[in-house]
């Protein structure tokens, strides 16, 4: 079980921080991710990151502005988001794989989601 925190509202233009932490044990060597969805839209790919963090993938719309990290000593995932849009309006949801690599798919764990909605 994974959950998230730091979601809330914030202006356009704002900057939040997400956090995500298993509820119990540790991530291990797995590949991790975030995942977002908007009203009336399906689940979508925002960013991944692999063990122990290496390597990072966006998707388009958030590259740029957004920063996924991982602190693999207190077991947490992070994504840094500025310059939000409207458009971000979003659950953000972390995830996690059994693999280590980075990849948009095949994830087998997910959290309960966070609201994170941005004013214009």
């Known amino acids: 079980q994974l959950v998230e925190s730091g979601g809330g509202l914030v202006q356009a233009g704002g900057s939040l921080r997400l956090s995500c932490t298993p509820s119990g044990g540790t991530f291990g060597r797995r590949g991790m991710g975030w995942f977002r969805q908007g009203p009336g839209k399906g689940r979508e790919f925002v960013a991944a990151?692999?063990?122990?963090?290496?390597?990072?993938r966006y998707a388009d719309s958030v590259k740029g502005r957004f920063t996924i990290s991982r602190d693999n000593a207190k077991n947490t995932l992070y994504l840094q988001m500025n310059s939000l849009k409207p458009e971000d309006t979003a659950v953000y949801y972390c995830?996690?794989?059994?693999?280590?690599?980075?990849?948009?798919?095949?994830?087998?764990?997910w959290g309960q989601g966070t609201q994170v909605t941005v004013s214009s």
């Open positions: 990151i692999d063990w122990p963090g290496a390597i990072t």
């Open positions: 995830a996690a794989r059994e693999g280590s690599t980075v990849t948009i798919s095949e994830y087998t764990y």
